[in-house]
Nanobody, 129 residues
Framework: QVQVMESGGGSVESGGSLRLSCATS????????MGWFRQAPGKEREGVAAIDSDGNISYEDSVLGRFTISQDPAKNTLYLQMNSLKPEDTAMYYC???????????????????????WGQGTQVTVSS
């Protein structure tokens, strides 16, 4: 069983920044795929960013240039640095992990949610205008 736990959410004004962290045991595996997703009220969950064990990265178009995904396997932690936040970024943010199956970011595309077998409980991000 892979443990996944997010932290770092909060409330900020438009233009502000937050850094989300995800503590996970996925980094004990030699190959893995890590992702950030978000779900706003009344909307479907959508992928935000992903990174695989080779360091390949992909982003959802609306966050490109504002969000940065990174990882520190030595600290068993995944990060999402979010800058220039907008009210439309308001959502519950989830960290997800995959340690079996297809675990590569290919062609800059975000792997679908079905790729991931382990999910955190989420951390709320609220951006006010």
């Amino acid at each position: 069983q892979v443990q996944v736990m997010e932290s770092g959410g909060g409330s900020v004004e438009s233009g502000g920044s937050l850094r989300l962290s995800c503590a996970t045991s996925a980094y004990t595996y030699s190959a893995y795929l890590m992702g950030w997703f978000r779900q706003a009220p009344g909307k479907e969950r959508e992928g935000v960013a992903a990174i695989d064990s080779d360091g390949n990265i992909s982003y959802e178009d609306s966050v490109l240039g504002r969000f940065t995904i990174s990882q520190d396997p030595a600290k068993n932690t995944l990060y999402l640095q979010m800058n220039s936040l907008k009210p439309e970024d308001t959502a519950m943010y989830y960290c997800a992990a995959a340690v079996t199956g297809p675990m590569k970011v290919r062609g800059g595309l975000l792997p679908p949610s079905a790729t991931y077998g382990f999910w955190g409980q989420g951390t709320q991000v609220t951006v006010s205008s």
